[in-house]
Antibody, heavy 123, light 107 residues
Framework: QVQLVESGGGVIPPGGSLRLSCTAS????????MHWVRQAPGKGLEWVAF????????YYANSVKGRFTISRDKSKNTLYLHLSSLRPEDTAVYYC????????????????WGQGTMVTVSS | DIQMTQSPSSLSASVGDRVTITCRAS??????LNWYQQKPGKAPKLLIY???NLQSGVPSRFSGSGSGTEFTLTISSLQPEDFATYYC?????????FGPGTTVDVK
């Protein structure tokens, strides 16, 4: 079945770095754009980043631009999010999500989500 | 950047009630509006995409309408499993902004 599994979360001190992974299965990973979305404890959803299906371009929320990097490895069917210069306000559950439409350059709705991985930024 | 607002922020309803949630965009987003449902401790679930299209497997009591800057999500007859938080999201720009959410709880 179509599945996304995130990993890599943990407790990190302010200013630190972390890499999250999202392993995809059950669909042709190379055909779909992918998103990262986060949710701080007790708060709403915040879109973080999107990468095109072919990896040709990435887009970032203003709150993470210059600090986070989204990437993908088609040989491993894996999406990544590298987080650096972490701040306490980056504490959240991070979800990866699959774009609903294949071969779409600009991205759209997310129809499949992972279970999320928790990142806590604290000294 | 496109800002999204939702109203109400919360509502109390009973099983069988008709529920309507409104989402507004700060500028026209055509029909690039999606709706998600989220239950505590769970990942969001796509309900409606492109303003009016029902995602596969979603019950037909859910419907979406609107275009431009104003959109609605309607649940025609609320069921026990529908108590949750609902988010709209614009996909017109490549900053895929979510609304702040609307929580539907038991009256």
């Amino acid at each position: 079945q179509v599945q996304l599994v995130e990993s890599g979360g943990g407790v990190i001190p302010p200013g630190g770095s972390l890499r999250l992974s999202c392993t995809a299965s059950g669909f042709p990973f190379i055909k779909y754009g992918m998103h990262w979305v986060r949710q701080a404890p007790g708060k709403g959803l915040e879109w973080v980043a999107f990468i095109r299906y072919d990896g040709s371009k990435e887009y970032y929320a203003n709150s993470v631009k210059g600090r986070f990097t989204i990437s993908r490895d088609k040989s491993k069917n894996t999406l990544y999010l590298h987080l650096s210069s972490l701040r306490p306000e980056d504490t959240a559950v991070y979800y990866c999500a699959k774009d609903k439409f294949d071969s779409l350059m600009r991205g759209d709705a997310s129809d499949v989500w992972g279970q999320g991985t928790m990142v806590t930024v604290s000294s | 950047d496109i800002q999204m607002t939702q109203s109400p922020s919360s509502l109390s309803a009973s099983v069988g009630d008709r529920v309507t949630i409104t989402c507004r965009a700060s500028q026209s987003i055509n029909i690039y509006l999606n709706w998600y449902q989220q239950k505590p401790g769970k990942a969001p679930k796509l309900l409606i995409y492109s303003a009016t299209n029902l995602q596969s497997g979603v019950p037909s009591r859910f419907s979406g309408s609107g275009s431009g800057t104003e959109f609605t999500l309607t649940i025609s007859s609320l069921q026990p499993e529908d108590f949750a938080t609902y988010y709209c999201q614009q996909s017109s720009s490549t900053l895929f902004t979510f609304g702040p959410g609307t929580t539907v709880d038991v009256k």
